[in-house]
Structure formats: structure tokens, C-alpha cells
């Protein structure tokens, strides 16, 4: 429901429209403040928060004050008979209104407070729901930018071995299993029994692949951040990509534990360069894995497209057709490990987001379906139709996902956060996030992540947007969705209606973090929380360990 249509709403947005103009000019103020005498501040934490309400406040009251130039120029040519130029001034001067009262109310359209515990859709898992976050402060050791330390990815700031354990601790917890040998195999023998395969494991020779997220490093004219001459950063070296650390875990598991050959395996981004940074740390432990990439040069795999289509459930109309990756199509299964961030357009970017670089190709380029148009910011509302869902459900890239990873090191804003933030919410206290997630639940996993973004002080005005969450209830109940859409990705036209993709609830509150399973009182999420990581006695089952 779209809240701010209710006759009591008409209040809190008259509220919302003063807070904002308050919160931009004491923000403009602060930022001005703090960052002209020492411009490195504005990499600070609390200047990453305070910008884009300056940015915003400026951009509006710049809007106002054009906009009534052009009226009074507009008037004098009225006065001087000159009706023509006077109407096009005139013309002007309204767009300018509006675009300047809409850029101050798309900040403040923010959805009202999440019901707890009421889940809906068809919990997946060996236990179904069940999502474990992994929290370890001593695994980040960076004091940030800007003060000597180098950079939050290197080996010194970032410790693998505490990384590992985070991994190691996540993935028996998920599956109930203390040897990680067996945890692995039960995870691959539920895939293949939920996919129609008997109940089988891993059999030598099927191909993974793992999708990571280094938008940081996006292979796009103007963006930068990677020298396509060498592949070494230039730009964005502190962005918020997936760790190298956070990879390393991962295939230390797949090759050292679950038995799987380094060839067998491919992990990268299609839409990015694999910078050399990250690179190098992996491919010095694992030099036979392939390392997927938009250009495929230096040692890495280019990207290419297969004969798969993958169609959009809206039934647009675009110049072109897309196709899965070829990674995609040709693995028995995928792997998605997405990163911990909010979005300035989608509240949130977590693993179904991590899919907007799965059909290489950028999300709004010419001649193809423009991802971007049913995101929060343009569709606000509950009940939309949400290209996320097709994603998250097409056969060969959600459908088959083993394991949803949230890489959880270092959060942060997209897309103009340079540098990860500290979160001020317990148990971070001030800290980086620390954390990984894990889960077989597609929508159980971005639910709890979102919940934790949610909560976070002064991530409102991304995260708090209204229909933030709404991709969540659509992908919980795409057999039946509020949208009305018929969610079938895999076929022109409506053939096949895709099945609920998992669980979807907020938590009890910001403080408990307890779940309809936790309570004992439904069949929603379970949160199984290892914090700190290695401490035996949050999980009583594993005491003896």
C-alpha cells in the first residue's frame, strides 16, 4: 500500500518537507564547515552522510532560484510585447520548478515503519530460512582514507586467517554439520534434490561459477577506476568491491574442502575489470581458476554470451534480446556472493541487485531494456513490477544458486560513497560491519540484510525509500504477486509462472534481531548469529567442537 496516499499522511509530509530543509542547509553548513579548511575530511564518515543531503538541498534551492530569473525575464518580455520568447522563458521556468519541488520530494517519499515478524512466501533451505551472520571486528584492522594506512583490501588491513574462520564457522552453521567436508556435500545434495537430480552431490567435472560484485571497477567509459592499459586501480581504490580476502575464503573451500578442481571453477563480475589488486592475491593461490572479466586480458577470461535468452516478465519492447552468460548457462551451479551496501535508488544492493551484472551489458544501455525503471526511486509504490525477480528466478542464473553469500567487511553507499563507513548501530559501535552472510534463501538473506541497513542512523534517505523493500514481497510471493505480473524469465509470454523464491519478514527490533523462527512462533526466518564468531557457546550444537 502506498502510505503516502492516506489523508494521515498529508501531515507527516508537511513534517518531512520542513525536516528536510533543515537537515540539507545545517548538512550544507557542516560540510562547508569541516571540509573547506581540510579537504580531506570529506572522506570522513559523518561527511559521507552529510553530502548527499547538502548536495540535494543545493540542487533544490539552485532549481527555486533559476527558475525565478527566468519568470521575471519572462515578465519583462511579456511587458515588452515580445510574447514568443516570453512563453518559452515562461516554459522554462515551470520545468525548473517542478524538477527542483521533485528533487526535494523524491528524498522524502520514505516508507513507514517494517511490521514485524509476519512473513510471507515459502522458506528454502536445509533449514528452511535459515540465514547465519558472522561477525568479527578483528577481522577489518584499517584506520581508513586519507591517513597513511593504505587501503582496506591489502593483507594488513584485512586479515584472511580471521576471514577463513568466519567462512568456516558460517557454512557449518548453515547446514548443522561440524566436519565442513560433509557440510559442503549436504549443501550441493539439497540443490540437486530440489532441482530433480535424486539426492546427489558434486560430481567431478560440473563447472561453478561465482558472481562477485566490483562495480568499483566497471569497465565504463568515464568511470576510471581501472587503467585498461595494465589493470591497475587509479581511481576508487577504496570503493566497497567484493574483498579478495572475502574470495579467497570462498575457494579455499570449494577446492580444499569440498574436493572441487581449480578449472572447474570461474568467478568475476561480467560488467568489470578484475583489477590487479584483487587478482594477484588470488591468482598467487589459486593460479588455475578462471577469472572472469569484460575484456579477458593480462591471464583473466573474457566474458561472453550464450544462445539462452532471458526475457523481462513486463514484456517490453526493446531493440535487443538479452542472453545469460555463457558461465552462467554452460555451470551446474552458481554461486552468488554480493556485497553490503545501500543504493541511492534501490535502498538496497545485496545478492538479487548483484544479478544487475549478470547480463553483460550495462543495466541502461541503448537498445536494451532500461533496468533501472522499476527501482524505488521511479516506482515508489508497493505492488510494481520489479526486474530483480526475473533475475533472481530465471533458470540459469537464480535458479541455479547454491549458496548466497553477503560479503559484509566493509559497508557502504552506492554509488557515490568513495570509501567504505563505520556503522554507529551495536554491536559495530562505531566499527566496520565485519560480517558475513549466508544462506540458501534468496529472499530470507537480502531480508536480513536489509533490516540490518534499515536500521542504521543516517542511512534513511537511502535505505528508508519508499518500495525499498517491495522486490522482497514480490520475489517471496512471484506465484502470486501484488503486481499482478506474470514472472516467467524463461519464456516469451507467460508459460511457466515462477514459484515463491523464498521467505521474506522483518525482525522483532534493532535490538533483539529475533525472527518468527527464533520466537518459535512461524515459518519465516531464522537468524543464527555468530557474534563474535568464535565464541562455542552461541551455538549449543556445537559446543563439543
Not at 528533487?103 to 530460512?129: F, H
Not at 568479527?136 to 588491513?157: C, F, I, L, Q
Not at 559495530?428 to 530470507?444: I, K, M, Y
Amino acid at each position: 500500500m502506498d502510505m503516502s496516499k492516506c489523508p494521515s499522511n498529508t501531515r507527516r509530509n508537511r513534517l518531512s518537507r520542513s525536516l528536510l530543509f533543515t537537515t540539507g542547509l545545517l548538512s550544507l553548513i557542516w560540510f562547508l564547515l569541516r571540509v573547506i579548511p581540510k579537504p580531506g575530511r570529506a572522506f570522513y564518515p559523518c561527511q559521507r552522510i552529510a553530502f548527499p543531503l547538502a548536495s540535494g538541498f543545493v540542487v533544490w534551492v539552485a532549481g527555486l532560484f533559476t527558475s525565478a530569473l527566468v519568470l521575471c525575464k519572462a515578465k519583462h518580455l511579456v511587458i515588452r510585447f515580445r510574447y514568443v520568447l516570453g512563453s518559452i522563458l515562461l516554459g522554462i521556468a515551470v520545468t525548473l520548478s517542478i524538477i527542483s519541488i521533485d528533487a526535494g520530494r523524491k528524498d522524502i517519499v520514505l516508507a513507514n515503519a517494517q511490521l514485524p515478524n509476519d512473513p510471507i512466501g515459502v522458506a528454502r533451505g536445509i533449514y528452511p530460512g535459515r540465514v547465519v551472520w558472522a561477525h568479527d571486528p578483528r577481522a577489518t584492522d584499517w584506520d581508513g582514507p586519507g591517513v597513511g594506512d593504505g587501503h582496506w583490501w591489502e593483507s594488513k588491513n584485512t586479515n584472511l586467517a580471521r576471514v577463513d574462520r568466519m567462512m568456516s564457522w558460517a557454512i557449518r552453521s548453515l547446514t548443522g554439520e561440524i566436519n565442513l567436508g560433509i557440510a559442503w556435500d549436504k549443501l550441493f545434495k539439497y540443490h540437486n534434490k530440489a532441482h530433480g537430480k535424486s539426492d546427489i552431490g558434486y560430481q567431478t567435472g560440473e563447472k561453478i561459477t561465482i558472481k562477485v560484485n566490483l562495480v568499483g571497477c566497471i569497465a565504463k567509459p568515464g568511470w576510471g577506476a581501472v587503467d585498461p592499459g595494465n589493470y591497475d586501480m587509479i581511481r576508487k581504490r577504496d570503493y566497497m568491491n567484493t574483498s579478495p580476502q572475502m574470495m579467497l575464503a570462498l575457494l579455499r573451500q570449494l577446492v580444499n574442502r569440498a574436493g572441487i578442481d581449480q578449472r572447474d571453477i570461474s568467478i568475476g563480475d561480467t560488467l568489470s575489470y578484475f583489477p590487479n589488486e584483487y587478482f594477484n592475491l588470488c591468482r598467487k593461490a589459486f593460479p588455475d581458476v578462471n577469472y572472469l572479466d569484460r575484456e579477458g586480458n593480462f591471464g583473466r577470461t573474457r566474458v561472453r554470451y550464450s544462445s539462452v535468452p532471458f526475457y523481462w516478465s513486463s514484456d517490453p519492447s526493446p531493440e535487443n534480446q538479452d542472453f545469460v552468460p555463457a558461465s552462467y548457462a554452460e555451470a551446474s551451479y552458481i554461486i552468488n556472493m554480493a556485497n553490503f551496501k545501500s543504493h541511492s535508488m534501490a535502498a538496497v544492493t545485496l545478492c538479487a541487485k548483484n544479478h544487475y551484472g549478470s547480463l553483460i551489458r550495462f543495466p541502461v544501455q541503448p537498445g536494451f531494456y532500461d533496468m533501472h525503471l522499476n527501482l524505488p526511486s521511479n516506482k515508489g509504490n508497493e505492488g510494481e513490477y520489479r526486474p530483480l525477480v526475473d533475475l533472481m528466478g530465471h533458470a540459469h542464473i537464480g535458479g541455479k544458486t547454491l549458496l548466497y553469500l553477503i560479503d559484509g567487511l566493509y559497508a557502504g553507499h552506492h554509488p557515490y560513497g568513495l570509501a567504505p563507513t563505520r556503522l554507529t548501530s551495536a554491536p559495530f559501535n562505531g566499527g566496520w560491519s565485519s560480517s558475513l552472510f549466508v544462506s540458501q534463501d534468496p529472499v530470507a538473506i537480502d531480508s536480513v540484510a536489509f533490516d540490518f541497513l534499515w536500521s542504521e542512523p543516517g542511512w534513511e534517505f537511502h535505505t528508508h525509500i519508499s518500495g525499498g523493500d517491495d522486490y522482497l514481497h514480490e520475489a517471496a510471493l512471484a506465484d502470486k504477486p501484488e503486481s499482478g505480473i506474470f514472472y516467467d524469465p524463461d519464456h516469451r509470454g507467460n508459460v511457466n509462472r515462477l514459484s515463491s523464491l523464498g521467505v521474506h519478514e522483518h525482525w522483532n527490533n534493532p535490538t533483539d534481531k529475533k525472527y518468527s523462527r527464533n520466537l518459535g512462533n512461524g515459518d519465516g526466518i531464522e537468524l543464527i548469529s555468530l557474534a563474535p564468531v568464535d565464541d562455542h557457546a552461541a551455538i549449543p550444537w556445537m559446543k563439543s567442537f
